[in-house]
């Protein structure tokens, strides 16, 4: 590259939801932004998280200063330690953030050599010709960070996830002085979360669930069973504080759970009352009304704490009649089938569900700014450019038709040229896409390959492109396995023996291998209930996972595991 030019290119995140990740360029510098994962659609088969492809940092590996975290969603940190083990660069981000990251880099060995260095909203670092502000914002995730970089050809704007929250829980309120501050000196480019465009109006405050949490805490007389996002620890510390105030003790049940609040209490972001923590293996010795359990499984997740607990499978949580189970977290698009399923068998537990979101009085308010929040970032910052990310591609378009406003809004006395000059381009990327800065303005220049990269069991050896998966279906090197069932859907009641079809394994192996999953299998139906064995989403991740660990410890082999139910 020559002088003076500023190149910024999405790897991921454009026209997506999650794997957010981003490069600045000026010269043979780059730092990057994030690096996020997204969870797999249903036909990709085997795969259990997506991540960017990321050649292009490798290639460029000598080049790269340094990685920004904004905060701690798998969508903007699940895809770092995939990037840690190729280049080993600096990382910069809040405490909280790289407490949370520490815990993945550690389940893929990388904590040792890692170099995480914690930074504080109002914290200037200089990296290369980039010198990066962090200015606190209001998210769902506590210390969350907005990105004020300047470079030699002026400031860019990176709003990471945010909504502007005039009452936060922690009253830690959204730094708009030091928005604003930028937007008067004059911002070359806004780069701006586009979730809740489609939203008019505001984003709720967090605290507008606490009125419907204290009606059912009033209401319960057993267990009150909340399972919302974990990382969202003001919605935690609410439920916390109620469970306190209506003299009930708290347990955190389910890994996830378990690992965030630890995180939180330990980092003073959980505040949790003397006498009120319950562990999961003593909720059973405690009055049901007495109770209150903050359980992972919000999207439905069919071997997660909260989907087992529904079918009673679960070691240290039952649902009976008279408890209220509270789903405060929006239904992913896509999750609707096993969520909804989930909310089946717990109403025929004879349990008070509640969920679903809107109206006065919410169980579940977005972490992310609506129209009028985008609107009100905008009229702050100001820019000479604009380019709406975190979005599919309709809500890009959305954003950008919303920055129109700015246009032709005249400069203010004594500012840069074009600083508070009315916006003078809108830029929709698609990932891959170079957008480039000079002397002379932006324009798109090209595009670099990108893609995205399936990881099989969250192993970072186990990276398996696309065209590999779709072969997977039928035959690859490491075999494929179809287990065939028939189950009455109405009693759970296995009408046929089970079979056992392999492909890929030669035959003395493939017998004895048949005659002994066969075992498992059984053992496995025989182990699970009837609504189980009926949940054919429960029941078809109890056999690909059973499966999967005998024949992974008989062979050292991973196949494709396909379970298959024959409704009857």
Request: aromatic share 6%.
């Amino acid at each position: 590259m020559t002088e003076r030019k500023l190149q910024a290119i999405p790897l991921g995140g454009m026209g997506e939801f999650g794997m957010n990740i981003m490069v600045l360029r000026y010269g043979d510098d780059m730092i990057v932004i994030d690096a996020g994962m997204m969870f797999p659609d249903s036909e990709l088969l085997g795969v259990d998280v997506v991540i960017p492809d990321m050649t292009f940092l490798v290639e460029n590996r000598e080049h790269v200063r340094g990685l920004i975290l904004t905060h701690c969603h798998e969508d903007h940190i699940g895809a770092v330690p995939f990037l840690l083990s190729e280049l080993n660069v600096p990382v910069y981000g809040t405490a909280f953030t790289l407490a949370v990251l520490e815990n993945r880099l550690a389940e893929h060995e990388l904590l040792k050599d890692a170099r995480l260095h914690a930074v504080k909203p109002r914290d200037i670092v200089d990296l290369g010709p980039f010198k990066v502000e962090f200015i606190h914002v209001t998210h769902s995730a506590v210390a969350s960070l907005m990105l004020a970089i300047t470079t030699p050809l002026g400031v860019l704007i990176h709003t990471g996830d945010f909504k502007v929250d005039p009452t936060p829980t922690d009253y830690e309120l959204f730094d708009l002085h030091t928005v604003a501050e930028y937007g008067k000196r004059g911002v070359l480019a806004l780069f701006s979360d586009s979730t809740n465009v489609e939203r008019p109006g505001f984003t709720p405050s967090e605290r507008a669930v606490r009125g419907r949490f204290e009606e059912i805490f009033m209401a319960a007389e057993g267990r009150v069973i909340v399972s919302c996002f974990t990382s969202s620890v003001h919605r935690l510390q609410q439920v916390v504080d109620l469970a306190a105030l209506y003299n009930r003790k708290v347990a955190f049940v389910g890994r996830s759970m378990g690992a965030i609040t630890e995180i939180a209490h330990r980092m003073g972001y959980l505040q949790i009352p003397d006498g009120t923590l319950l562990r999961p293996a003593d909720i059973a010795q405690v009055r049901r009304d007495r109770v209150a359990v903050l359980i992972a499984g919000s999207q439905g997740e069919p071997m997660s704490a909260l989907s087992r607990a529904a079918v009673e499978s679960h070691k240290h949580v039952t649902i009976e009649a008279g408890d209220h189970v509270v789903l405060s977290a929006r239904i992913i698009p896509g999750n609707e089938k096993s969520i909804f399923r989930m909310v089946d068998h717990l109403f025929r537990r004879g349990a008070h569900v509640v969920y679903g979101q809107g109206g006065a009085r919410p169980i579940h308010v977005s972490g992310h700014a609506s129209q009028e929040e985008l609107k009100l970032m905008l009229n702050l910052v100001k820019p000479r450019y604009f380019i709406p990310m975190h979005g599919e591609y309709r809500q890009l378009f959305s954003h950008a038709e919303l920055a129109q406003h700015l246009r032709g809004v005249p400069p203010r006395p004594g500012a840069l040229p074009w600083a508070g000059g009315g916006l003078e381009e809108t830029f929709i990327l698609e990932s891959g896409q170079i957008l480039e800065f000079d002397d002379r303005g932006a324009r798109k220049a090209g595009k670099i390959p990108v893609g995205r990269r399936c990881i099989d069991s969250g192993s970072i050896d186990e990276i398996v492109e696309e065209m590999v998966i779709r072969d997977r279906q039928h035959i690859s090197e490491d075999g494929i396995v179809v287990s065939i069932l028939a189950i009455n859907r109405l009693t759970g009641k296995v009408e046929t023996p089970p079979e056992i079809v392999t492909r890929g394994f030669g035959a003395a192996e493939a017998d004895d291998l048949v005659s002994r999953a066969r075992d498992v299998l059984l053992q496995t139906l025989e182990q699970s209930s009837d609504e189980e064995r009926a949940d054919y989403g429960v029941i078809k991740e109890k056999i690909r996972a059973d499966l999967k660990r005998f024949i992974n410890k008989q062979t050292s082999r991973r196949p494709l595991i396909l379970p298959v139910i024959l409704e009857v």
